[in-house]
C-alpha cells in the first residue's frame, strides 16, 4: 500500500505498488479478496482507476453502510497493509486510443472510476479522439475527482458535463437533473456521428440511459455497459 486519498466523505483511492504487475487498458479491474482471522473470505471487483501509462496502480472505492469489503478498505485499511489482488480483468469494457471515436461516457456516482483511466489514457498518449462525458451525482460534494473533472474539461477535444441531481450550490450553472431522454440528446453525440459509448454506473442509471440511447437511434453493437449495485460493494 503506497498511499490513501480522501476523494469525498464516502470515497477513498487506494494507490498500490503491486509486484509483477503486468499491465492493463483502461476500463479494465480487478478482484480484491479479504481474509479474516476465522478464514471467512469476501471477494469483490473494483474498477481501475489510473491509466495504464501511470506508474502506480490506483483503485477508488466507494464505501456501502452493507458492504462486506467496501468498509474495511475506506475505513480500516492503513498504508504499509497489503491486498490480494487478481487480474487485471475484462476486455468488453476496456478502451484504448486505437478504438477511436467519438468517445461517449455517461457516468453515475463511482461509475466515474473507469472513465478516470480512459481520459487519463487518452492524455498520455497524446490523442486527439473527440470525447465527452456526462457525470451524474448527487451534490458537488460527492462528485469524485472533482478538481481533475475540471482540468479534464479544459483539455483539447474534451467536453465534460455534470448534473447534481440532489443538492447544488447556489452559484451552480450546470445540470440539474437525473439523466433522461431530453440531458442525452442534448450533450451526447448525435447518433449520426456513431460515437463508442461506455456507460457505467448504478443498475438503474445504466439501464436507463443505454436503453434511451438505442430509443435515440444509436446502435447497440457499440454501446458498453457496467453495472454497479450493493453486490459490488
Not at 440528446?185 to 434511451?212: H, M, Q
Request: charged share 25%; aromatic share 6%; glycine share 10%.
Amino acid at each position: 500500500m503506497a498511499d490513501l486519498i480522501a476523494e469525498t466523505s464516502q470515497v477513498r483511492s487506494i494507490v498500490l505498488d503491486p509486484p509483477d504487475w503486468r499491465g492493463h487498458r483502461a476500463g479494465q479491474h480487478v478482484d480484491v479478496r479479504l481474509i479474516a482471522e476465522d478464514g471467512y473470505q469476501a471477494q469483490r471487483s473494483y474498477s481501475i482507476a489510473s491509466a495504464p501509462e501511470d506508474e502506480r496502480l490506483m483503485l477508488t472505492v466507494e464505501r456501502l453502510d452493507d458492504g462486506e469489503v467496501s468498509p474495511y478498505l475506506v475505513d480500516e485499511l492503513r498504508i504499509g497493509d497489503t491486498l490480494e489482488l487478481r487480474g487485471p480483468i475484462g476486455g468488453y469494457f476496456a478502451w484504448d486510443s486505437s478504438l477511436g471515436g467519438p468517445l461517449q461516457l455517461v457516468a453515475g456516482g463511482s461509475g466515474v472510476v473507469p472513465f478516470r483511466s480512459m481520459l487519463r489514457h487518452r492524455d498520455a498518449v497524446g490523442s486527439m479522439v473527440p470525447t465527452r462525458l456526462l457525470y451524474s451525482a448527487r451534490s458537488l460534494p460527492s462528485l469524485i475527482y472533482r478538481e481533475e473533472v475540471m482540468q479534464m474539461a479544459a483539455q483539447d477535444g474534451v467536453d465534460v458535463s455534470v448534473t447534481l441531481t440532489r443538492e447544488r450550490p447556489e452559484q451552480w450553472h450546470g445540470y440539474e437533473r437525473r439523466i433522461d431522454r431530453d440531458l442525452l440528446a442534448e450533450v451526447c453525440w448525435p447518433s449520426s456521428e456513431r460515437p463508442r459509448v461506455y456507460v457505467c454506473g448504478p443498475t438503474a442509471l445504466v439501464e436507463t440511459a443505454a436503453s434511451t440511447l438505442v430509443a435515440l437511434g444509436h446502435d447497440p453493437g457499440r454501446i458498453r455497459t457496467e453495472r454497479f449495485g450493493p453486490s459490488g460493494s
